[in-house]
């Protein structure tokens, strides 16, 4: 890079908004402003920024900077800059940025901040590296909506997303498996493959990284409401990303598969291009099987998803691992795949069976009801439950034990298998296998992210309750006044409100004994969706139900339940903090907002199990 040209590309950085914004804000830092325990800005220090940057406050009342978007934004992009850094809870200006003029000093500054906040870092967002990858390889300016076909194409087709770590959106991906790991496309009409486009560009735009383009600069046939090309701020920003993920063209499998299984396949076959180029297609083939032989899970998948994109190139590697008995399917199957004439060997679908679903498996909550794994075995095997264990059992797979072990919940199921095949079936009038019809469930509800102290109860309620009605008995032993959203979470599906808008399912339609089926298991309950109170529930005991009994009730507990709407763990935190400094400026308010005439009215320890059992018998009281 020659001195002019670095020079050009550091005077663009520092003049775009992003990184102009972020050196406001650390100049205003200066020699140290107060932070919270979770290492941001104090609230009135936090108001105190919003107006230096021009930014509008939410309310009359900030209770925490994280609920400035906008700020939290220059904040993370100042401190991935390193124009400011935390020393225990003061956040000072960088000695550093008042040097920071030189070229390469303010390149690596920007590319520090860039990187992580276009979604492009160590752990790439999906969608996010995708724009960056379709702008970077495109030898014309593109459209937001072309970028979103380029995003939907990354997305499993039907999947349920969460926000994204990088960005916060819902747009789905997942962990991909390299070449050939996706199992759909997205529709690039969906507003979370738009919406995901547009922010992705926007972020690149606010970095300098791409320039927007009007309809006049452009094919307007082809982008009618303008397009988007990479600025050579973008290029550098691509370059780094790209040739930074790239594997050594000497690179072992294990390394390559590493680098290319966390982005969607148009990325993985640019970052694997040097090391496909030093190999013939034969000799790459060779040596992702024999790892994929070696290897499990993720990696296996992605090594043999890796192997089958060499195509025809690499089909003498593929007829060498034909020859091999159990590993050997998976040639066997590739070659018949292509019409290509091989000796069939009975075991093999038994085999690939039991491969299939111990990946599955692996992929699976513990806590997944049997009814769940029993449909998807009998779909899988296309017999019933009965002649599918004896098929997993008898097809020679080494993880063939511990797969139908699974199924079952019988550490030797194939002697118990008339039993089972009742219990998982439904004949026979018995319930699942493992999960009573009947009982008493000894609960834990643990508040997550409160501590000193932890928030938790201990209830008994009845195994047969739906969780709609678990949802009322945490409310009254926690202490949480009602009103806010809710939802259970087993790791395979959601139960709460049914609503198309939330996608959960019906909580009133599932019984606990249907989702906790054995001692130890867990389910997460999420209350207001605002503040994100998250409670883990562990099923620690089966007790057998005794006449006179009459559950739920309160066993014990610690800890005062926090105010509702006090801004979740993080706001609670800073509410201890506040009502512990009376010299607080937001003290007295918050007394207000509380009802209480003096801070020793708060105890966060205090808990009374008399208080949380009145609760319920009143609430439960008065339910239909």
Known sequence: MSPDFADDLASAALGCTALSRARTLAEWVGSGKELTTRQVLRPGVAAEACRALGIELPGARLRSALDVDELMWDWMVALHAEFIVIDGRKAYVSPGMAVSSEPESVLNAWLGAAVWATGVADEP?????????????????????????????????????????????????????????????????????????????????????AASLAPAQVDASAAPGGAVQLTPLGSMLARAVFEGRAPAADADPETVISAISDVPPPVARTLARPWLEARSADAAAGELLALAESADGEQRVAALAFARELGADAAAAWREWAERPGFGAYARRWLADQGEPTAEDPADEPWLTVEALSLMLDALPEMLPLSVLAAAVQQETGTDMAGALTLLSGSGHPAADSVVARLTGQPDPMSALPAIVAGVTGRG???LAGTPSSGVYRLKISLRGVSKPPVWRRVAVSADITLAELHEVILCAMGWHGGHLHVFST???????????????????VRLRDVLLTPGARLRYTYDFGDDWEHDIQLEEILAEQPGNSSPFCLAGKGACPPDDCGGPWGYAELKQTLADPADEQHQELLEWLGMDSADAFDPGEFAIDAA?????????AAP
Do not use: Q
């Open 491 to 509: 790791g395979w599906a959601d139960y709460g409100t049914p609503s198309p808008d939330l996608g959960h399912f019906d909580d009133s339609a």
């Open 429 to 431: 009038g018995g319930a």
């Open 125 to 209: 967002c999906v969608g996010c590296i995708t724009v960056l990858h379709e702008l970077s390889t495109s030898d014309r300016p593109l459209s937001v909506a072309e970028l979103a076909v380029a995003v939907a194409a990354t997305e499993p087709e039907g999947a349920d997303g969460e926000p994204c770590a990088d960005c916060g959106l819902v747009h789905e991906g997942g962990v991909l498996l390299g070449f050939g790991g996706l199992v759909g496309a997205g529709d690039p009409d969906e507003p979370d493959a738009a919406e995901h486009a547009e922010e992705a560009v926007e972020a690149l735009v606010a970095f300098g990284a």
């Open 613 to 621: 059992n009145e609760r319920l018998r009143i609430r439960l009281a």
